[in-house]
């Protein structure tokens, strides 16, 4: 039986927060309910599609799955047991803003089979939370940290977002000596990313947002970078940072560009070299399972070409990198054959090490990924 | 095709200012003379180019003939021959008014004459046209029909008390506009049994008949199976057809003295029939040609070049299909180290420059670069020798040169007196001398400046418009060389000058230009994995230095399952971005680089 991931999207959150792109509608209690029906009712369609798969993780994410009650979350996992291979269960994930989290949701969660809690904390300053348009103060992260303990939980990912407006270098690196003395087993650790429609986005175009200059940003992530390195963290991706046997399992599925099912609003899948997409507005996704027919939206064939470059562009995003092994095995042919002088010429620029089995970043690559990743695609 | 007699026959023109009406008011006249069906009547007929469309001027002349029953019930040929709206194309003007005896002028109601109209009148005074005024866009609130009209009296010296009040838009006294017509242009003169005499006004390709070229009949009769020849460039061809332009081409038997027609004679090309060349009998030539034939000359110099990824024959055949329409392009093969192999290319002016390369861009769909305008200066040598410089990078060593000329032209502003302040001070910015002041009216002058041509090249027109609110308008004709402190700026790139950006500029602008242009290339050129130094250099004197600091972050920070499409969109995007650019050196210089240099600074 072949291994698969599965998402499912919780549309739903108190506050958009002001960076936020996400499929996500703050405070729409009412639709929750049916919501989670129709979710239910696209996992039942998979039931056939799925036979086959072994279940390996599972990722509840958002929105923020833990703004509606705990018994959704619960009906829909145990549906997921119900219809699907899940004895080979590894990990399995759901977000949460520190706000929205109690003891009774916690306990449910637990019973529910979830072993992962990541928390969006972004940063630990007050301040800067509210410029963001987050919901907490760090206080309430404090006491929800501690409910997430006390229940038990024994892996728990933090969520921190740097480069943030007004942000100092000294701000992040404090956010992090907290975080890390925490002991948490993952931090994800981004850089900010302004999106394309998002408020910040709008108010850095009109030049109401001072944001960290390049270099300052890029201090921040490296000065990080050590800071974890120093905490006992792996860094295994461009932004992600585990303690020993705690890396995301799930992500490693969307970085190894293995299977994975998406359910819910503006999901996506990628199964068979195909990539699809679920519809985005509830009324067409309702529409399309009140026919019985599977919600989706669109999707796109990827081929050969677009498939290694894909592969390279996501392998490449672990710090281990790319290993020529695997590349064989999985396309039949030699990674040098097809991106030998892309690769050399990033080499000699110095933005890839390579050595005799592993292609990877060097730590100007990192910063300056896309580069290389411009050169992998197909012309 | 029904035929009237010499004297009811009336060959016009329509002399207005852009945005005055004069399309309008032609669909108004070939409406009312019933030429053409409403579903033929797209608005602006004479108008047919997209991009003359789209601007609201006129570039192509057409002329149309209108078939028009007098009040006084006779029947009358009315010959509408247009004229361009551009001071690029006065040339081009100035023959098509030679073969009118009267012209309109069309006047908005409420903005009165302004510095283009006003040369068209000249150049139409020159030929002995009677002028008839109109007043235009009379619907308007702000009409002030009264003042418009003392004003082309006081300004022209012409009777306008009598001027009919139209509305070209809202079809208005269109008949008295007719009537005026019939009335007030004179009927042709011209004696049919004399030897043909036939001014050539403009001409075009067609792919089926081969040059079109569109003629007024001075004397004598014109007809197929004769032999003609082009008076200034000697050339002989057998006229295939003669006809007349109503809504289409309509082939008649003969065209005769006082009409208005084209020819087709199997001629190849349209630098076979010039604009303003006099084509005659071979058999039984004329004695002397018709006055006024010039070659026109280009003004303005630019390079073109095609874009990465373009290819080199494709511009070169569009440059030759454009030249086959455009006797006044000219091209020339020519190599550049920063863009490769290209075309310098002579325009009559900016506004002709940008016609061909837009038609370039939007009918034969090339993406293409185009080197900063320039125009021809004179070097005299060590040596004696005096060299025409239309690219800077054939500049000879400052050491090999004597001195160097610019040209000026005479240039006549036209505003109102609240803008006379800032009107001087910008012509003053651009090196002019001051010449004289005229007041047309109490609240409105025509102010007299000497400017250099390669000031007016950079943006003088947009910064004239913009310090004036719209409200002054330009005219300007060369008026020759004139010995200039001139040196030449080039541009540095990581180090390596780039022979695309160099530029021929006045000593005392050079510290401002070359300011200028570091910092829009600074602001042009991405960031690289290293610093690069942009500067501007004349000779090996850096006179202004900006860098492009190196590129430290370009990165997805975050991409999990839902996004790897969308990202990898992102990233295409990024890539078709980078093959616009151009490899100069290590260093990848987009498009848009090269036209910022084009601009000139306001402020």
Redesign the interface.
Known sequence: MKDLAIYIHIPFCSSKCYYCDFISFPRMDGRVEGYIDNLMGEVALYRDVLRGYNIRTIFIGGGTPNYIDGRYIYNILKYIHKNFNCGGLEEVTIEANPESLDLEKLRIYNEAGIDRISIGLQTLDDRLLKGIGRGHSSMDFYKAYDLVRKVGFQNVNLDLIFGLPEQTLKDSMDTLKKATSLDVEHISFYSLILEEGTPMDNWHREGRLVLPDEDVERDMYHMGVGLLKAGGYEHYEVSNFAKESFRCKHNLYYWKLKPYIGFGLAAHSNMDNRRFWNHRTFSKYYASLNEGLFPIEGEEYIDKELEMAEYMIMGLRMIEGIDRDEFYNRFYVDVEDIYGEVLKRHRIQGLLDMDGNSIRFTSKGLDLSNLVYVDLLPD | MRKVKQSNVRNFSIIAHIDHGKSTLADRLIEKTGRLTDREMQSQVLDSMDLERERGITIKLKNVRLNYRGEDGEDYVLNLIDTPGHVDFNYEVSRSLAACEGALLIVDATQGIEAQTLANVYLALEQDLEIIPIINKIDLPSARPDEVKKEIEEVIGIEASDAPLISAKDGLNIEAVLEEIVNKVPAPKGDKDAPLKALIFDSHYDTYLGVIAHIRVMEGVLKPGMEIRMMATGKHFEVVEVGVNTSGQEAVDQLEAGDVGYVVANIKNVKDARVGDTITDHEYPTAKPLPGYKQVVPMVYAGIYPAEGEDFNSVRDALEKLKVNDASLIFEPETSVALGFGFRCGFLGLLHMEIVQERLEREFDLNIVTTAPSVIYKVKTSSGEVLEIQNPTNLPEPTEMEYMEEPIVDASIMTPTDYVGAVMELCQDRRGEFKNMEYLEETRVVIHYDLPLNEIIHDFFDALKSRTRGFASLDYEFKGYERSELVKLDILINEEPVDAFSIIVHEDKAYERGRTIVERLKDEIPRH?FAIPIQAAIGSRIIARETVRA???????????????RK?KL??R??EG?KRMRQIGSVEVPQEAFLSVLKYDED
Not at chain 2, 551 to 565: E, M, N, Q, T
Request: proline fraction near 0%; charged fraction near 40%; charge should be positive.
């Open positions: 994995q590129l430290r972050k370009d990165v997805l920070a975050k991409c999990y399952g839902g996004d790897v499409s990898r990233l295409e990024q890539k980078k």
